[in-house]
């Protein structure tokens, strides 16, 4: 007879990283028992020592360690960081086509009336493109990083707060669009240190059609060129290239974790290390 791991078992492990649940069988209950209590310490040790190391030496969690990668490798192309609004109106988000009708309209976290949490970064950078085009010489290259907020299904791969890292250049010759979107891809993905990806056409509820960059079977960036119908509303005619990038998926694909939430925003994870150790 075999005797497989209780669910309480089950939960603790997973909750402390063990990723191999399905293959652990055991003879009879004394040993499953035993095991469990050996690699429950041993992932607590591992946990434990994670957690002094981030101390001692990383001082950042995972997802500002992405962060601030990319902000360096970005600023040292010639973007510039901008920052706009987390709480935007109504009306930014109908100009992105998530009107009554967008199924993403369901998943927007409301604070008043005619404002809400943003769910994207797009709107605020449309919004400084526009007036940035009169100011600057083309091509104008800028950046943001911060919070976004969706009322998504919780699975293995979705949070309800996130962070995004949204670049964007305007102003560059349209038939070198595709060309600088692999580029810019692989400007990303490089400073990452990740080499096995794969650029893969989506569809987009608001942008049509995108092309996202997929690591170890997930979607790490999202990539669209302009001209765009979009473009209309917010008064943009230059062509276009950009890249939306998920920075827990990025943190959770390169440490090999099964579960968003060991990356994302929590008062339980510390640099994807269960606190209750």
């Not at 009879?28 to 957690?51: C, H, S, W, Y």
């Not at 990383?58 to 040292?76: A, D, F, N, S």
Request: aromatic letters at 8%.
């Amino acid at each position: 007879m075999s005797v497989m791991l209780t669910e309480t078992q089950r939960q603790r492990l997973r909750e402390l990283g063990d990723t191999n649940l399905e293959n652990r069988v055991f003879s009879n209950v004394q040993e499953r028992d035993t095991a469990f209590k050996m690699l429950e310490q041993e992932l607590i040790q591992q946990g434990r020592q994670q957690l002094q190391r981030l101390r001692d030496y990383h001082r950042y969690p995972g997802v500002c360690r992405i962060e601030r990668l990319l902000t360096q490798t970005l600023t040292g192309e010639g973007f510039v960081q901008v920052v706009t609004p987390i709480i935007i109106a109504k009306d930014f988000l109908e100009k992105m086509s998530v009107t009554e009708e967008n199924p993403l309209r369901s998943q927007v976290y409301w604070v008043s009336r005619n404002e809400c949490l943003r769910p994207m970064l797009a709107p605020g950078l449309y919004y400084l493109l526009k007036r940035l085009v009169r100011l600057w010489e083309k091509p104008i290259r800028i950046f943001e990083v911060g919070p976004c907020f969706r009322k998504d299904s919780r699975g293995r791969e979705h949070l309800n707060e996130f962070t995004m890292l949204n670049l964007v250049e305007l102003g560059l010759p349209r038939k070198e669009a595709a060309g600088r979107l692999k580029k810019l891809a692989a400007l990303v993905m490089q400073a990452l240190d990740i080499d096995d990806y794969q650029l893969v056409s989506e569809s987009s509820e608001v942008y049509g059609t995108t092309v996202d960059i997929v690591a170890g079977g997930t979607e790490l960036c999202s990539a669209a060129i302009g001209p765009h119908p979009l473009d209309d509303a917010w008064g943009i005619v230059d062509p276009w290239v950009g890249l939306g990038l998920g920075l827990e998926r990025i943190v959770m694909t390169k440490e090999g974790y099964q579960n968003i939430q060991r990356v994302g925003r929590s008062l339980l994870y510390l640099d994807g290390v269960r606190l209750n150790i």
